[in-house]
């Protein structure tokens, strides 16, 4: 037997939270807890009393589990040192959790964790991409003590969308509603999901290539009021992805790969770019700029219409000129 550690790294503190909570379930098993676990959180405790609680023998049974929350308080090399050289000689009957939120874990200890017989970095934070956040909502749902049909699982990630964190809290409240084994559709959740979460930039520009303004301003309105983005925050998406497909014009480029690499961007983004310049063609892109320098020089005062008209006026000139 040797002595585990495993580190929990996410820039969301609710979901860091619920994904330590689904790890440190897997490691307690069928035991009781309350015989396993011993936790350290807030902002008194110290480095040298985890150790000292990893060191310490099991009470009862063969092994201990030790959860510390909020380890990124200790985020200079010197002061996770006790923790380093924990890693070098752990405790062959405990196995420790850590929490690690805001910040860069330093180097001296990222080094011991890979060094570290059985050790590892477990990452809690949003998915990047949008498959991958479809299927991080619909691993959780599978979990849940509720089933759901196609179309309850469609209106809900639709309408957390970014707002990852509200998941758990949204499935504890659908089992306490509605019992465990039940099997939800659509129409018996839709009246329960609150109001829609925001959306990710490429959603937006999505709507706009395919021309549709409809869509094109409801994930606008989502981005403003949800994602609680400013106009001129926007406006810097939609620049950088008229700038991108502008840079495409005359490039010669054979295949995808090369075009990514020219762009600075993913292979699948850039074949989006490429394949819209070619719909549309650059003069419409040539428009399109015109229209966001006018739509920029607006938002910062040059008319008294306010920046939410404008960007929705913007938005809508664009999504036209897809069609």
């Known amino acids: 037997m040797t002595g585990r550690v495993i580190l929990y790294k996410g820039d969301d503190h609710t979901l860091l939270t619920d994904r330590m909570k689904e790890g440190i379930a897997e490691l307690v098993g069928p035991d009781d807890p309350d015989l396993l676990i011993d936790e350290f959180d807030g902002e008194d405790y110290q480095l040298s009393e985890l150790i000292d609680a990893a060191r310490t023998p099991p009470f009862f049974g063969d092994r201990r589990i030790i959860v510390a929350r909020s380890v990124d308080r200790f985020s200079t090399a010197d002061s996770v040192v006790p923790l380093v050289e924990y890693l070098a000689d752990p405790s062959p009957t405990t196995t420790v959790v850590l929490g690690w939120v805001k910040g860069r874990v330093p180097k001296k200890l990222t080094d011991a964790l890979a060094g570290a017989a059985d050790a590892e970095t477990i990452a809690a934070g949003k998915p990047r991409s949008g498959k991958a956040q479809r299927d991080w909502i619909g691993e959780r749902l599978s979990g849940a003590a509720v089933m759901f049909d196609r179309e309850a699982e469609r209106l809900i990630a639709d309408r957390i969308g970014q707002d990852l964190a509200r998941l758990s809290g949204l499935i504890t409240m659908l089992e306490s509603t509605f019992g465990a084994g039940t099997k939800l559709t659509g129409h018996d ?26 869509t094109a301003l409801e994930k606008l309105g989502r981005m403003l009021d949800a994602g609680a983005m400013h106009e001129l925050q926007v406006m810097r998406t939609l ?19 090369s075009i990514a690499k020219h762009l600075g961007a993913a292979p699948f983004t850039a074949k989006k770019l490429s394949s819209q310049l070619r719909r549309i063609g650059s003069g419409r892109v040539g428009e ?19 920046s939410r008209t404008t960007i929705e006026v913007l938005v809508a000139r664009l999504a ?3 069609r």
């Open 239 to 257: 620049e950088r992805h008229y700038s991108q497909m502008l840079s495409l014009d005359g490039f010669e480029a054979v295949g995808d790969t």
């Open 320 to 322: 036209r000129l897809s």
């Open 189 to 214: 959740i839709e009246p329960l999901l609150g109001t829609q979460g925001s959306v990710p930039p490429w959603e937006l520009t999505d709507a706009i290539d395919r021309g549709n303004i409809v």
């Open 288 to 306: 399109a700029i015109v229209l966001l320098g006018e739509a920029d020089v607006d938002l910062r005062g040059r008319t008294a219409v306010p």
